[in-house]
């Protein structure tokens, strides 16, 4: 749910059907509106006065019959001439003047929508409630369910006159999406006054008062507006528009410069504001959307510390959970902050978080980071970008940029730069848990880099498949000394064959090393079946040097399988 669905859109609005409408003349109305909406937002754990907001919007709106192929009762509406009025200033809205087409019942109410431009869920709700300004029921004897933005409402209707009296009563079904983060609305004022024509409508005027409740949020709105049909016509592209829909072209939609430089203020103002730690993560990253198209403004903000540390925490959690195409970008250019290795980290662990397909841009620039190398001041942080990048792939396979980000770390492992970007990105495959690469990965495992060796084998670890399991046996019994500690970790993940098994319990016994026979402990105890394993342990515990090593036998041998028996 995003904040702008409600700050024009809570109240019920109307339409006819065409039954009602086209009776025998051409109905081609156009009307002018005036909407007042004053929205408030309620994070009860800040224990601060609610933050505010208003919107004050004029403009001009034309209609005209369509059908989408072979259906019919579907109408075309656009709007014009839309601004925000802000004392004597008028600042431009065109993101509101996009075309696109509603279907009628039989009963006047709106049942489906049509857009051919590319527009986020935000800017739709915003112009499917410009559609429900033309909605009400043709028969007010049978009054039934209406919908909004918000899912279903009951109205109660009443004749006056000419004109329609209708109030909305109370919210009988809720959209899903609006309702992760509140539980309740309750409608606290409704009252629409309607002037009903053979041609849609005359006049709507009215005013609501919404408040939408959660655990922790409350959110209210409150909003006047005024439709009337218009005397003198005016032009609109909505006309030259071909009468089918499906003959539409489809458009991509770009915010105008006043609508970003709005957007991103409301965003400043909503993060430094405010204690956005009182704020959970999911909850911030829903509020964040409202802000999409201007995310990649944060970029400064994080990066001038001017967030406190658990700010700045919280900020990169939500922008993970937002996980959209510009929250994807904006963390790819943080990775970028060579001399901030923390933001840079913090970054990384929040692009792991989502599973939407990666974005091409942030694929160009995390590419563009592979093959040029990442710049950082922390090296530790270095070997986590190249291992991230697998996890990347695991949480956003079958897209065609995971699949370039796959190919690229296939070419840079060939290259074979340097032991550590190799072994990262040999990681980074392990992560990915994809098969495709484990003829790459057991490759490796001859390598004459111990350092290039364990990643391989930590990596077919990860790949539980039959296959990397026999890879790794076979080099576990031919393998030299060295990384005995990451193989018996590697092996400890799949289920042992009983020779391995055997020889793994050897070494828990009688290897010199301490951290080896922990190792080897640690393996046995992923095992099933523990029957011949647990006698040959307790007895071993007579001759454990190790505390450590002493305990993880006790913790083996008191397993849920021993009480069991």
Partial sequence: MTLCRLTLLAAPWVALTSAQVMAGTLCQPQYQFDIQTQTSFDYIKLQSAPQTSTVHLQGKLSLKAAQKGDEKNWWAIKADQVAAVQGKTRIP????????AFKLTDKGLISDFYFTAELDQQTQDKLKGLAYYLQYQRDIRQV???????????????????????????????????????NRIEVLDSAHLI???????????GNEVLTLSGTDLRFGSRQNYTLTRVAQTFNTPLYELDDDLTRWQHTQVELSEAEKARLAAELQQLITGQDITQIDAHTLSILLKKYDAVIG?????????????????????????LDSATSQHLLSRLLQAEKQPLTQFRALRALTQGNAPLSQQATDMLLEML???????????????????????????ASD?????????????????????????????????????EATL?????????RIEKASIRALGMMQTNTAYQHLEQHFFKS???????????????QMSARTSDTVLNMAVNDQDDAVRLAAIKALATQKQKDGIKPILRQALQNETSRRNFKAIIKLLHSKEEKAQ
Avoid at 195 to 205: I, K, N, W
Avoid at 299 to 320: E, H, I, V, W
């Fill in 480 to 494: 030299p000394e060295r990384n005995k500690k990451a193989l018996l970790s590697a092996l400890g993940n799949y």
């Fill in 93 to 100: 809205l065109p993101s509101y003047e996009h075309a696109f």
């Fill in 401 to 437: 940029t995971a699949t370039q980000l796959s190919q690229a770390i296939t070419e840079q492992i060939t290259l074979g730069e340097s032991e550590v970007k190799t072994a990262g990105l040999l990681t980074a495959l392990g992560n990915s848990r994809d098969p495709q690469h």
């Fill in 144 to 182: 039934s369910k209406e919908p909004d933005t918000l899912g279903q409402y009951q109205p109660a209707y009443q004749q006056a006159d000419k004109q329609l009296k209708m109030v909305k009563q109370h919210y009988s079904n809720f959209d899903p999406s609006v309702l992760t983060t509140f």
């Fill in 195 to 205: 002037t009903p024509d053979s041609c849609f409508l005359a006049h709507r005027e």
């Fill in 297 to 321: 403004t944060l970029g400064p903000l994080m990066l001038s510390g001017t967030l406190n540390d658990k700010a700045q925490m919280r900020l990169f959690n939500a922008l993970g959970q």
């Fill in 371 to 397: 093959v040029n190398g990442f710049s950082t001041l922390d090296a530790e942080v270095e070997s986590s970008f190249y291992m991230t990048l697998g996890i990347l792939l695991n949480n956003r396979s």
């Fill in 442 to 450: 057991t490759s490796h495992l001859s390598d004459t880099s111990a």
